[in-house]
């Protein structure tokens, strides 16, 4: 739902996901998938049993893999974010969505040289062009001023991935099949599967670090995937043998002490065995 009311928006303001029609559609069904992969794998789970969620589970992720193969190499999109398409951040997104409209509308589309701004002659007050009017959701007063550092960071062309860097891509991309394949080979809570994907996770993340021309968005992608090494303490066997105890104990430790927190700790203690058996082994994030 929160895709679909992004994707109202940006169409409200005349914004694109990406200037590439078929990008744009291979990144929407991108997230998608990761949005409802784990609802797909628990609903058949429960009507078929464990045979067919884990057939579910490998479609998914070879299905994941080939579209990730074919925006890096055929579309030439360099890094791949998660998710695919962000959700919007409205309070600061939607009044910049619709500075860029202005400008980035059919004005520029159509009519080149057009000023989005005049000054009148007699009074010397600057208005707004008809034709740089923006869509009526998101018309104003006020007169159009784009940020030239976000405008650069939204059409910025994605990094191009060779050599080194291209692996090191390709090694994340293909983490979560690894990860599947070596789970069948050794068993699904061996230690060996675990060090086989955080290794290709910590060699694509330093030569990743080794580029230096990759643009904001790109570095912030980098950071997320840096972030997301600490899952490694919330996933098996790592979290059954170390860090559960550990946690549930903290969290009853500050349940007791601080009044209150009970309310919200008790359930969280009772969901986290759940949550973890079903977010924190598929490897996909």
């Known amino acids: 739902m929160t895709l679909l009311n992004d994707s109202i928006l ?47 589970v490998i479609s998914i992720h070879i299905l994941k893999f080939a579209i990730h193969l074919l925006l890096l190499f055929k579309y030439k999109q360099g890094l791949h974010h998660s998710p695919p398409i962000p959700p919007l951040n409205r309070p600061k ?7 860029l409209s202005t400008n980035a509308g059919p004005v520029t589309e159509n009519s080149p040289n057009v000023e989005v701004t005049f000054t009148l002659k007699t009074t010397g007050r600057v208005m707004r062009t008809l034709n740089a009017a923006p869509p009526l959701v998101s018309r104003s007063w006020q007169l159009p001023k784009v940020d030239e550092d976000n405008c650069r960071s939204v059409h910025s062309s994605p990094a191009k991935l060779s050599g080194k860097y291209l692996t090191a891509e390709m090694l994340h991309t293909a ?81 007791n002490r601080l009044i209150g927190s009970g309310l919200l700790l008790r359930p969280l203690i009772e969901y986290i065995p759940e949550w973890q058996q079903q977010y924190f082994y598929a490897w996909s994030s």
Not at 30 to 51: N, Q
């Open 10 to 56: 940006r169409n409200a303001a005349g914004i694109p996901v990406h200037v590439n029609a078929v990008v744009e559609k291979l990144n929407a069904y991108l997230t998608i998938i990761e949005y409802t992969e784990v609802f797909a794998e628990v609903a058949t789970h429960r009507i078929h049993g464990p045979r067919a969620k884990w057939l579910t």
């Open 93 to 99: 997104d939607i009044p910049e969505l619709c500075k």
């Open 175 to 255: 983490r979560p099949l690894v990860h599947l394949a070596s789970m069948r080979a050794f068993g699904e809570f061996s230690w060996k599967p675990y060090l086989i994907a955080l290794g290709m996770d910590l060699t694509s993340l330093h030569l990743l670090r080794q580029k230096s021309d990759f643009n904001k968005k790109e570095k912030q992608e980098i950071n997320r995937r840096a972030l997301s090494l600490l899952l490694y303490l919330l996933r098996s066997p790592f979290y059954d043998q170390y860090s559960k105890t550990r946690i549930i104990n903290m969290l009853q430790g500050i349940s």
